[in-house]
């Protein structure tokens, strides 16, 4: 069974192709500012992008009628849930007119639609960052019509949640597991029998490489008023956590500088791993205690001494903590087309 994967990002778009879950070709097709200057709004991207991975297809040797399926990567569409989803108009609509989040990762889905639909193939998308299956509980805000989301990093966790599940002999629908995903930015999921019970999304979650993390509301407010929303916004996106306070979203260098015996770098890598334990506690409530393991990974979880320092936080808990490194988008977005394909897990339609 061949795969086509697509993964869209802001100056790149990600493609391979997969057999089975053995890759056999992969690039990643990037987009300079001038090229992308010429478009005003991300969604005349589009037939610019599908060029692109048409001419990818050529290069290494396939055409889509060779496929077996297409699986991109989800976008932010409103309303839907983790797992597998067909890609179809309802869906290319949303995407492209309803996004909860604009941005070209939800041209991916309308890209692999139209190579589908041409080749008389299934398109899918799995585990989209705006998957929604919160505890109703987890959802309420205190204003009338606005609402919690659940925005995380949902694909690595879900993928490497039924890796553990694997290793351990057991079936990963019937486990609760806290994972909690540090890379440029951090966030937990609650995993319960399968499905993402409640999250801590990354602008609620801890500081990161490169953001700044969750901040008091009435403070927030009180730092745009002083700095200006743009200004704030970076620090949450790409100017904040490690590139502020020590000028690196590089973990290995301030590992380095640690080790050269800089006690600033020391109390903020301790600080991360404080406060990553107090976010992960922080759900315990919605399994009703009844945790199988809490799994670091992401990026960040090959930093040892920030994950044992983790480890000695949470031991009083006596759950078992597993350090799973490293996030593989597109192998967990073929492996979840295997699934899928092979009937061991069902597709979703979506509903908006």
Partial sequence: MKTLVINPGSTSTKVAVFEDDRELARESLAHSKDELSRFKVWTEQLDYRYELVMQFLEHVGYRPQDLSCVMSRGGSPPGIHAGATAVDDRLVDALLNRPLEPHPASLGPVIAAKIAKAAGIPAFVYDPITSDELNPLAKVYGVKGITHNSMCHFLNTHAMGIKLAESLGKDFNTMNILVAHIGGGNSICLWKQGHP???????????SAERAGFMRSERMVQLVQ????????????????FVSLLGTNDLREVEKQIESGNNEALLYQKAMAYQLSKCICSLLPAADGKVDGVMITGGGAYWERLTEDIKCRLRFLNIPVYIMPGENEMQALAEGALRVMRGEEAVQRYEG
């Fill in 197 to 207: 019970e409640d999250v801590v999304p990354g602008d609620a979650c801890v500081f």
């Fill in 226 to 241: 002083e700095y200006g929303a743009e200004t704030c916004i970076k620090w949450l996106h790409g100017k904040g956590g």
